[in-house]
DNA sequence: TCGGGAACTTGTCAATGTCTAGATACCGGC
DNA sequence: GCCGGTATCTAGACATTGACAAGTTCCCGA
């Protein structure tokens, strides 16, 4: 404090990613700018470069972070035993709070989706889900209605397409939805 | 060809819209540039400004025609008589046929989506959505269910995050998809 | 025919992503 | 305790971009 900033940030990363989901989270992740980033961080221009080679590998970076996230989530309330409608409110959930994460893991255009720490996240997240349907009529075709539904509805709501009640908890229409795709089965609706 | 390009282009706006939608086909909307479109259609730097105001309005202009078409799709299978997963396939068909139209139409971030001219075609397109589903189970609940379920395929789909099996036709998986929503109602199909 | 306006060009500016080289601070081994 | 290597960050430069301003060419209607 005495003499401005310290050389060494301290933990540089994890305040750039931070950054990052307060722009994408405020303006969408076309407004995201390295040297933006950098400049509200208090570093040099070129000081997020070097812990994300690239624009690309930043939102590489919190794409992998997303997925952890949303598997994070996921496994929580399956330990909790909750069904397929938990999960599907768990994942509507987790969009809607982590809109920036959930924006850039499904754009693989501005991140590097080969990249293994992505795919590896990627793939515990979808086991999760696809674990959570299994059994439920036909396998596959029911885990992918499964999953088109909430994220359908997550995406729609996070764009804002869907008209809605000021005041509404996408939690709850979210879970509503998602209770609708199989609200016939098991006991009463 | 004898002295080179005329001064008049003839049709820039159609054409540089047309390169936009080759571009983001191929390497996703974050990869347009007004420039990169201005030499891809044989035009100066600035030529395309002139029919659109911004980046902004370029992607608007797209969002624009993007919704009428999706709107003439979903009339056209109205008209013939279609159910709900008619409209829903013809809906993932408009997603996966004009990926570069509907990938802007939902990312409210790159265009002006409250421009008259978007705002008019999103809401005919959704009437018609709405229309497709009313009069089954809750209305409000199942037209979200519905236009989630086939929203959320055709944004996975697209975005490459369904493993598939290579010859799969994504209008198929869809109506499947689709039909799996209302799968035990009414009669035939 | 002639003048106004639409369509397009050329020049310019601030800002961005990326690269390079250099400055500073931390850390493990002696 | 200090010393050298390395991770972290700064500073400068360059090509490229979106946007703006002013000029040029062409069309079209009164």
């Given at each position: ?55 690309a ?31 599907g ?16 893991m ?27 349907v ?56």
């Amino acid at each position: 404090m005495t003499s401005g900033r310290p050389y060494h940030h301290g933990d540089l990363r994890r305040a750039v990613l931070a950054a990052a989901v307060d722009v994408i989270t405020e303006r969408g992740a076309s407004a995201v700018g390295l040297r933006d980033l950098a400049r509200r961080v208090g570093v040099s221009h070129a000081g997020p470069v070097h812990h994300f080679r690239d624009k690309a590998g930043l939102l590489t970076a919190l794409a992998a972070e997303g997925f952890e996230l949303l598997a994070d989530a996921l496994s929580a309330t399956r330990d909790g035993g909750g069904d397929f409608v938990d999960l599907g409110a768990a994942y509507v959930r987790f969009a809607v709070e982590h809109r920036a994460h959930f924006e850039v893991m499904f754009r693989p255009d501005l991140h590097h989706p080969d990249d293994p720490a992505v795919a590896a996240a990627r793939e515990r997240a979808g086991a999760l889900l696809q674990g959570g349907v299994a059994g439920e009529g036909e396998p596959g075709l029911a885990a992918v209605a499964a999953w088109s539904v909430v994220h359908g509805f997550a995406t729609l709501w996070n764009t804002g397409a869907l008209t809605r009640d000021p005041g509404d908890d996408p939690e709850v229409v979210g879970r509503a939805v998602a209770g609708f795709l199989f609200r016939d089965q098991g006991r009463g609706r």
